[in-house]
């Protein structure tokens, strides 16, 4: 189902293809169900010379030419937000019809099969995998470097 496609988003974004006014006429839909950082997602794009849109609801999604789907927090969290708007299967759909998808952080992670992250957690199988944390010590036993990501209780020195 997943297709990859034959220019980057990088790509579209570039000086080169910005010159040539190629992303200066396209429409960017950034699907908004409550969760993401869509202000930082519309900021990027719209620096590119896209033309933006927030989109809330199913139909506004059916014609889009490119989605962008960002996310922001717990997989479970963004995967319920995006079910209980019914965005899901209007991006499933964009999918099934070849059109450019981004996935941006959580959004991305989404796109898979499931997540480990608080317990099993359905995504969209639109990539196969499963999300998992980076294990925290190599098949030798040697601790791995794990990039600090949350929030974490400091404490004051008495």
Not at 18 to 29: H, I, P, R, T, W
Not at 44 to 68: I, K, P, T
Not at 72 to 87: Q, Y
Request: glycine content about 12%.
């Amino acid at each position: 189902m997943f297709n990859p496609l034959p220019y980057s988003w990088f790509t579209m974004c570039s000086k080169s293809y910005f010159d040539k006014g190629f992303l200066m006429s396209k429409k960017v839909v950034i699907v908004d169900y409550g969760v993401g950082n869509l202000l930082s997602v519309a900021r990027a794009f719209e620096h590119c010379g896209a033309n933006v849109v927030l989109a809330e609801d199913a139909a506004q999604l059916s014609g889009a030419s490119r989605l962008v789907l960002p996310g922001v927090g717990a997989f479970g969290d963004c995967v319920s937000a995006l079910r209980a708007r019914g965005l899901d299967n209007a991006v499933l759909e964009h999918v099934a019809k070849g059109r450019p998808l981004l996935g941006i952080c959580v959004g991305m992670q989404m796109l898979l099969d499931a997540s480990d992250e608080f317990g099993q957690q359905l995504g969209l199988g639109i990539i196969p995998g499963v999300v998992q944390a980076i294990p925290s010590s190599d098949a030798e036993g040697r601790l791995r470097k794990i990039p600090h990501i949350g929030w974490s209780t400091l404490g004051l020195p008495s």
